[in-house]
């Protein structure tokens, strides 16, 4: 007889979707997803790969529309005031961490939130189109007026999203696989992001680089389109909703959790001394720039030590948070500080190297160090809280964090005026601090 007869039954091949999602995660038999109820378990492959696949395609965008690169070069086409410039990074950052407590009160009247970042990333694809038009047909203040406005409704929009992907994560992925799947998003954009910092690099000088920006800021609009799409098909459950909250009375609430939640208050401190690996990376670049020469071809190789940085180091990271998102950050603390007192001191002596691969390389390891800082807190605070709990969590942070990113960036910007050693090494200390501090938190996966 055959194995028919005997009742056994031939096995089913498994979706192609759980076979790659057993790949990227490592893992083969469930045993990870304990957190989460049997419904959103049996979703966690198809899931996985569909928020791999749209936050990648957000991240490719960030690249292409960089506020670091391509919109000072859109200002510049435009003939737009330089003081402008000034403040594309801190408007782009800034503007979408601060009314996360308002817009938090709003998202947690609602018991299913992936349509919250659907929603914010068709505004910020339509955005990223605007000031792709307004680089091709505005001028002067009136255009550079354009793009900041465009570039404040993007990042309110931005906001919105980043509060709506921690929850949606923590419904759908398991607290174990949540850095996996962080590693793979950066490495995976870093990939893309350094083939077009190498088509860039080997542009001809003949084109015309307003242009090329504006294209670049019409496909990072099409790639939102894209991600808002793909996002939508997330199978997400109802969750727990707290409607009837007023604004207000959010923001109150949000930040009694600062004085309650001692373990809370502390990761705050470590996340806002850890904005020093982020900070510092405008000065290694003013550095290399001051060495090397303000070639188009010198920033195009800093992007692609970004991107690889990325591609490198973001696995690494996300497998290493999954065991202590807690080592990660006081691991990502001290690297930054040790890396920062030793460019820094040599700058500081002038004894930097006139080798361009110095100075890339030293890009390179402060992208490892930052990415490792951004696996590990956004891991943590993850896995640190769940529910409509985590919800209010990541709006305080976020909040809170945009403040510190203005009061730091005003801060080094009185510094700078020392010299890109100084800011440096102040930011170093920052890290160094973050880093120490790190030490005295709680471990959350453990729990």
Request: with cysteine; aromatic share 8%; hydrophobic share 50%.
């Amino acid at each position: 007889m055959n194995g028919a007869g005997n009742g056994d039954l031939p096995r089913m091949p498994k979706p192609w979707t759980s076979r790659l999602y057993e790949l990227l995660a490592e893992e083969d038999d469930g045993r990870f997803c304990r957190d989460l109820d049997d419904r959103a378990c049996r979703q966690v492959p198809g899931n996985f790969l569909l928020q791999l696949v749209a936050n990648t395609l957000t991240k490719i965008g960030d690249a292409l529309g960089s506020a670091k690169t391509t919109l000072p070069w859109i200002l510049a086409g435009m003939g737009a005031p330089l003081a402008l410039a000034s403040w594309l990074v801190p408007v782009r950052e800034s503007g979408s961490l601060l009314p996360q407590l308002l817009l938090s009160a709003r998202v947690r009247g609602l018991p299913i939130r992936k349509w919250v970042w659907v929603g914010g990333s068709l505004v910020e694809g339509a955005c990223m189109a605007g000031m792709g038009l307004a680089g091709l047909y505005a001028s002067g203040l009136a255009g550079g007026l354009m793009v900041i406005g465009l570039l404040v409704l993007f990042s309110l929009a931005r906001g919105a999203c980043s509060l709506a992907a921690k929850d949606v994560m923590g419904k759908t992925i398991p607290k174990q696989r949540r850095g996996r799947l962080s590693g793979w998003m950066a490495a995976l954009s870093g990939l893309v992001a350094g083939g077009v910092s190498l088509w860039l690099v080997f542009q001809s000088g003949d084109n015309e680089t307003s242009r090329l920006a504006a294209a670049l800021l019409f496909a990072a609009g099409g790639l939102w389109v894209a991600a808002a799409l793909t996002y939508g098909c997330i199978r997400e459950y109802p969750g727990e909703t707290s409607g009837g909250v007023r604004a207000l009375d959010a923001v109150a609430d949000g930040f009694r959790n600062l004085k309650t939640d001692a373990g809370f208050r502390r990761f705050v401190m470590v996340r806002a001394l850890l904005v020093g690996s982020a900070l510092s990376a405008p000065f290694y670049v003013v550095l290399g720039r001051e060495a090397l020469g303000d070639s188009i071809r010198v920033l195009g190789w800093f992007i692609l030590a970004g991107g690889l940085a990325d591609v490198v180091s973001a696995p690494f990271w996300g497998r290493f948070a999954d065991r202590s998102s807690r080592r990660v950050m006081i691991a990502a603390g001290v690297s930054g500080a040790l890396l920062g007192a030793v460019v820094a001191g040599m700058a500081l002596r002038e004894a930097l190297p006139g080798a361009a691969g110095f100075f890339f390389l030293n890009f390179f390891l402060l992208g490892v160090i930052h990415g490792g800082a951004r696996v590990g807190r956004k891991t943590y605070l993850v896995d640190y809280a769940s529910g409509d709990r985590r919800t209010t969590l990541v709006a305080v942070a976020n909040t809170f964090i945009g403040v510190v990113l203005l009061v730091m960036g005003g801060l080094t910007a009185l510094l700078s005026l020392g010299g890109a050693p100084v800011a440096i090494a102040a930011l170093a200390v920052a890290s160094a601090a973050g880093g120490l501090l790190a030490v005295g938190l709680k471990e959350v996966q453990a729990d």
